[in-house]
């Protein structure tokens, strides 16, 4: 295994891979090194002395400058490095895209929809318009699960506390997660359930989802029946009827959708797991397929990056508002734009905002940015596409499963059991956490810097993924793990 590593022949520190003892004599890169201090696993060390000021770099890039002068051998964290970052800044378009070469095609087993839309699970749904009807969702799935085994993948609720006493952005955006949900292709059918006197009461639910299959999608108001979960439980059955008739089929993998998330990472997030998913994501590209690069705030100081990667002036400028609004919604609030990264961020070695996101924005490989989604505005151009969601794990996750992603990929140094609307496949930085937690994590990147290359490992992990989209359940779905998170950001009445 590995102990340390120098990402970029531009930095001047290094990585320790495992915990480093003081007074080791290493080499870096044809440096010798000499450790004067304990360096934790994940955690950087300098290679030169560095003054006060200077930048210190990292992925070849300024991850923040030093606060005191650093010995050549020691622990460089917050104790002594700061971020670098300033307020909204002015950006210019300067490309640098290098399209992704087509390779050959892959298929997997999916459900074809009537309207042509692809699903990988063909699961029943039950979407409360109200936080007050979820004891009534719950109680009806438990009713109706004996009738649904054999015939659907699984059924579910996704309870929330919302509907209801929200105003302007906050209600939309409750209803377009809501409609967003109705709308994914992983549901054969859905149940809308509602109450009857909620603000976001089905006829005006309906105004936001639009048009629908109406053999696939039934609505259900409390308060007009005298025993809502006897009838609630008729309905589910029809509606698990109706979706038993789809069967999987070979689907070409260009069909699939596919988030990129980050999670209580670590100092080897950057260099085991999101660089293999940044890996797959231009695999995955390659094949004409999409994927999903969100967690805006967890961009900045990487974003000129992604932005010289847009395909063209209009995306650039897209992007630059999607970048400058997150700040200023930050600004709005009276909130320090960088109050990042987290403590467990931190102490597994992230210093800066500037280090967490250029690890972070790894996810997205090296293909060209085709396009900016808005808050629950659905994927339309295959590629590399940017959304609007913060870097709240659930929030982004359930915003990734709004824009249609079939599939979530959480890279996590640290771990959670969580899983979003979607299949959430957990992936772990590094070996101790992937031991450690196999209740949690589905697959471990930690190999890379143990016994497997990028090459070989990310072979791997794309025909595992194939297999997720073809019916293999991830970890969080057998433990049966489904969060809905909205975000939410105004006024409760």
């Known amino acids: 295994m590995l102990e340390f ?6 930095d001047n520190v290094a990585i320790a891979l495992t915990p480093l003892s003081k007074g080791i004599q290493i080499e ?3 440096q010798k090194v000499e450790l004067i201090e304990d360096i934790p696993q994940g955690h950087k060390f300098a290679l030169v002395s560095i003054k006060e000021g200077e930048p210190i770099k990292k992925y070849g890039y300024p991850i923040g400058v030093a606060t005191a002068p650093i010995q050549k051998g020691a622990w460089i964290h917050t104790q002594n490095l700061k971020t670098g970052l300033g307020e909204v800044l002015e950006y210019t378009y300067e490309p640098n895209v290098t399209p992704v070469e087509v390779t050959e095609k892959a298929t997997f087993m999916g459900y074809v929809r009537k309207d042509g839309k692809v699903g990988i699970r063909n699961d029943v749904w039950i979407i409360p318009t109200v936080g007050c009807v979820n004891s009534i969702a719950d109680q009806i799935i438990k009713a109706v699960t004996p009738f649904a085994e054999g015939k659907v993948d699984s059924i579910h609720t996704f309870n929330h506390p919302y509907g209801c006493s929200q105003m302007g952005d906050d209600q939309l955006n409750t209803q377009k997660a809501l409609a967003a949900l109705v709308n994914h292709p992983n549901a054969g059918a859905v149940l809308v359930l509602g109450l009857g006197c909620e603000n976001n009461n089905i006829p005006e639910f309906k105004k936001v989802l639009g048009e629908y299959d109406e053999e696939r999608v039934k609505f259900l108001e409390c308060q007009e029946y005298e025993d809502e979960i006897e009838e609630g439980v008729k309905v589910m059955e029809k509606l698990i009827t109706y979706a038993a008739q789809f069967k999987r089929e070979e689907v070409d993998a260009s069909e699939l959708v596919i988030g990129l998330k980050c999670g209580g990472s670590d100092g080897l997030s950057g260099i085991t ?19 999903i690069l969100t967690e805006v705030p967890e961009m900045f100081g990487a974003e000129t990056i992604l932005m010289n990667r847009c395909v063209s002036e209009e995306v650039f400028h897209a992007t630059v508002g999607l970048i400058n609004g ?3 919604y930050y600004k709005r609030h009276d909130q320090v734009i960088y109050e990042n990264p987290s403590p467990g961020n931190k102490k597994g070695g992230i ?5 967490k996101s250029l690890g972070c924005t790894q996810k997205g490989g090296t293909a060209p940015v085709v396009d900016v989604l808005a808050y629950g505005e659905k994927v339309c151009k295959k590629g590399l596409n940017l959304l609007q969601a913060p870097g709240n794990d659930l929030v982004a996750a359930t915003s990734l499963a709004m824009s249609g992603a079939h599939i979530v990929l959480f890279t996590t140094g640290r771990g959670t059991p969580f899983g979003s609307p979607v299949p959430t496949i957990k992936i772990s930085t590094n070996d101790a956490l992937f031991n450690k937690k ?18 070989e490992l ?32 105004g006024v409760t009445l």
């Not at 210093?351 to 280090?355: I, R, V």
């Not at 794309?462 to 969080?476: H, I, W």
Request: hydrophobic letters at 35%; charged letters at 30%; aromatic letters at 10%.
């Open 5 to 10: 590593i120098k990402i970029h022949e531009n």
């Open 28 to 30: 870096v890169a044809g």
């Open 273 to 291: 797991a999101n660089p293999l998913v940044g890996k797959f994501s231009d695999m995955l590209i390659s094949k004409g397929g999409s994927t």
């Open 326 to 328: 997150f700040k200023d």
């Open 351 to 355: 210093s800066t905002l500037e280090d």
């Open 438 to 455: 196999k209740g949690w994590i589905d697959f471990n990147a930690g190999s890379l810097v143990k016994d497997k290359t990028m090459e």
């Open 458 to 489: 990310s072979k791997e992990f794309f025909e595992y993924v194939l297999k997720v989209a073809s019916g293999e359940q991830t970890k969080s779905e057998k433990a049966g793990c489904r969060d809905l998170a909205i975000f939410k950001q």
